[in-house]
Every structure is written in C-alpha cells, then in structure tokens.
C-alpha cells in the first residue's frame, strides 16, 4: 500500500525537476580569422602600399648610408698596413659617424612605422570588430570566437571572408 504512493510520489518529484530545470537553448557560433580578415582588407593593402611611399626617402637613404659604412670597412681592411696612420684614424672615424647615423636614421624610422601602422591597425581593428558584430546579428550568432582560440570548429562556421567583403563595402579604400 505504501508502495504506488511512493512511486507516485517520486514520479511527481522526477517531473517537476525536469519542467523546473530551464531548457538550454542552442548556442550559435561563428569562427574568425581576425589577424587575417583585418590584413586582407583593401584599406590594410592601400596603408601598406601608401607607407612604403611615405618612408621611400628615409628608406633609401638609410640603405645609401649602410652602403658606404660598409665601404668604409671593406677600404680599411683591404688597406690594412698600407695607408697612413692618419687616413685610417681618419677612416675609422668617418665609419664610426657613418655608423651613429645610420643607428639613428634606422631607429627613427622604426619608431615612425611602427607608429603609423599601429595607428592604422587600431583604427581597421575597431571597424572590424563592428563589422563583425553586424554579421553576427545578421545571422542570428550568440557569439563569434577567434580561430586562435578554437580547438576544433566546422568550417562552415567561419565568417573571415564575410568579414573582409563586408569590411571592405563598409570602408573602401580611397
């Protein structure tokens, strides 16, 4: 006699567990190679191309200075013993001057490139990840992960090349 009631007791118990508990909704997710969706847009290739135009000058002359410290140095070895003490001291002077300015020539552009280009990436990288979030809710995604953080991912899940396209309608290059 204890028995059906106690079954039906544990069967009302088990159904409203199961109705209590919330049911989980499918998650949606896509996949992005950010590094190269931000490098493949039209407004990165333009930067890259309008930077080495910028810097062509300093550039050529840094590679003209680096040119004649190192014939500076192949005349003093090759004059080992056979010129003046006073034209080697003179030689190696003018390579040492040579070699300050091409350190600092090659430092200053560094620094101006560097600075430039983070400019441009930070800028391409806050319009990619708007451009990523339009995507997104476009197609219903609950959250869209990096493919350096993913393990394993179906390829289907990947919108890097959406990305790109709707980066590069959203911002042409000019």
Known sequence: ??????????TFLAATLICSTPAFAQLKAGVINLQ?????TSEIKKA?????AKYKSRTDALEKNQRELADIQAELQASQGKISASRETELTALGQKKQRDA??????LQADVE???NEVLQRVGTRMTEVVRK??????????????Q?????????????AIAGYDKAYPAK
């Open 103 to 108: 350190t600092r020539l090659s430092e200053d």
């Open 1 to 10: 006699m204890l028995r059906p009631v106690f079954n039906s007791a544990l």
């Open 150 to 162: 993913a393990v394993y991912f179906k390829p289907v899940l990947e919108i890097t090349n959406e």
């Open 48 to 52: 890259q191309k309008d930077l080495e």
């Open 135 to 148: 995507i997104a809710e476009e197609k219903g995604l609950d959250m869209v992960v990096d493919v350096t």
């Open 36 to 40: 190269k969706a931000v490098l493949e």
């Open 115 to 117: 600075r430039d280009r």
